[in-house]
């Protein structure tokens, strides 16, 4: 079941729309396959290519997307497990800036993306249907757990879309 946008902030539903399909399970396994099948078929230099001054590399790209998919589901978890403290939003660009990744070996990079998304695989296999629904607030925003599944899987399809038509 795809996610209510109407109980979604506006700026997620891009994400959302990005990520086809109706089950959220297959969605994240054939994704998770693909991007790796994808990232592993990238070379040293585009690792480091950037399409224009000031903007990330691939490799840091693909930091920003490991970190954010920890973050969703993070939140996920926490409105799953009825937390009801609101979590902070995170700037993007500061947690770069602090991630050092051109000490980061590609390969460990690619690695971690896999387990961070299989581990995500099974902590949304083992919500069930109150969990998905559950309401929390994130970034001083209401929205639920159901719709940071398909965020991340959005996310990760947007990156993506701008990896092939920005960067080769």
Partial sequence: MRPDLKRVPVYYHNYINQAIG??????????????????????ASQWDHRYASGKWSIKELLQHIVDAERIFAYRALCIARKDTTPLPGFDENQYQDNAKTENRDWKD????????RASNIILFRSFDEEQLEA????????????????????????????IKERYL
């Fill in 22 to 43: 109706e089950d959220l399970n297959h969605i994240f396994s054939e994704q998770a396959a693909s991007f790796r099948t994808f990232l592993d078929s990238l070379t």
């Fill in 135 to 162: 309401t929390g607030t994130a970034s001083d925003a209401s929205n639920y757990v159901r719709a940071f599944g398909f965020i991340m899987a959005g996310h990760v399809a947007h990156h993506l879309k701008i």
């Fill in 109 to 116: 990079l690619v690695e971690e993306f896999s387990l961070v």
